[in-house]
């Protein structure tokens, strides 16, 4: 997109100081289920907290896969940033890489003033984002695409550097003696899980090799699991790439009675509690309500300031942070309100 001649048809520059002064009071809003596609109208209509400009629509399409509970945290920053910033937030998700291109697709029809999207199968939304380029709407990703979104011509990027965040936690995996690991994939294709598990090669001393599971079948993926645990005794370590298959692994643990122990990608509020209680050894947290914050937020900045998040040129990094038995009492905390 030629970011200097992105033209809209309206223009704020005498409410910004003001503006950006409302906009330090943060309203947030709780995340609905809503099905696949849902309006959110912020906290309750005009209100102290709200930004003084005019009312913009922006979409937030993800590839989330029913019962992810990682999204809600996504979706309770975008709602956060929209109740602050007067903007009408539509929320749609779908894993298929397709069926999320038609997605796309819809916000581009319905005309409306911004997109953030996420980009864990980036050829499949190559097409549609030029799309959306056309038609002089700007696009920000978040989460996942970190190694394309400056090729396919987003104007900014919020996330975590996957293979930065693997690297890290191998490091972590040889100085908690580990041997043997295997590297649980949940969703065959995604570039940033890929990222992760070769991230973790790169700088793990032992062995690790991936196991591939159905990421969308929790009895399926613990199956996998302690089959691969009694096929392979050796296996110390469960490297698996997000809160809720970890909570399964250690499941599938418990149920070979072996002594192997769970590490993971990712963070929630059960997650936290099972990092207290040491049934998972620790987390990478990658910050996600950060994530769908900054994305809305930026949108609105960029349409009310003309301003880019790392200069429209580097990523806006809100990961790794390890979450462990040393720090989980203050991140708890956080993770009880679904903001962690």
């Known amino acids: 997109m030629d970011r200097s001649s992105h033209a809209r048809s309206r223009r704020f520059a005498p409410a910004l100081a003001l503006a950006a002064a409302a906009a330090l009071t943060l309203a947030s809003c709780s995340s609905g289920s809503g099905g696949k596609q849902a309006d959110e109208e912020g906290a309750g209509g005009a209100s102290a907290g709200r930004a003084a400009t005019p009312r913009m629509t922006v979409a937030l399409v993800t ?7 990682f999204w809600d ?14 903007v009408k937030l539509v929320y749609s998700h779908d894993p298929n890489a397709g069926n999320q291109a038609n997605l796309v697709q819809n916000a581009i029809d319905q005309k409306v003033d911004g997109i953030a999207v996420t980009l864990a199968k980036p050829d499949a939304l190559r097409s549609v984002l030029a ?16 190694s394309d979104w400056k090729k396919m011509g987003l104007l900014e990027f919020f996330g975590q550097d996957e293979g930065v965040a693997g690297e890290a936690f191998g490091r972590r995996l040889d100085e908690a003696g580990a041997e043997k690991a295997v590297c649980v994939v949940h969703e065959q294709g995604n570039v940033g899980l890929t990222q992760r598990c070769d991230g973790v090669k790169r700088t793990f001393d032992g062995t690790i090799e991936n196991l591939y599971v159905n990421g969308t079948d929790m009895p399926s993926v613990q199956s996998t699991i302690t ?15 997000g809160a809720p298959f970890a909570m399964t692994a250690v499941q599938s643990v418990d149920e070979t009675g072996g002594k192997a122990k769970v ?4 963070l929630n509020k059960d997650l936290a509690a099972a990092v207290r209680a040491g049934d998972i050894e620790f987390a990478v947290d990658q910050q996600p309500y950060l994530q769908g914050y900054l994305a809305v937020d930026g949108l609105w900045l960029y349409e ?8 429209g ?3 806006v990094l809100t990961g790794p942070a390890f979450v462990d038995r040393t720090n ?4 708890a905390a956080f993770a009880a309100k679904g903001t962690r």
Do not use: M
């Not at 989980?328 to 991140?331: A, D, L, P, Y």
């Open 73 to 86: 945290i996504v979706r309770k920053g975008a709602e956060a940033a929209a109740a602050k910033d007067n």
């Open 227 to 241: 089959a691969k645990l009694k096929q392979d005794t050796g296996i110390d370590h469960v490297v698996t790439l």
């Open 63 to 69: 590839h989330q896969a029913p019962g992810d509970t």
């Open 131 to 146: 799309k959306a380029r056309r038609a002089g709407i700007p696009v920000v990703g978040l989460n996942s695409g970190l």
């Open 304 to 311: 009310n300031n003309g301003n880019y998040s790392g200069g």
């Open 328 to 331: 989980v009492e203050r991140v």
């Open 263 to 266: 590490a993971t990608f990712d």
């Open 313 to 315: 040129e580097q990523p």
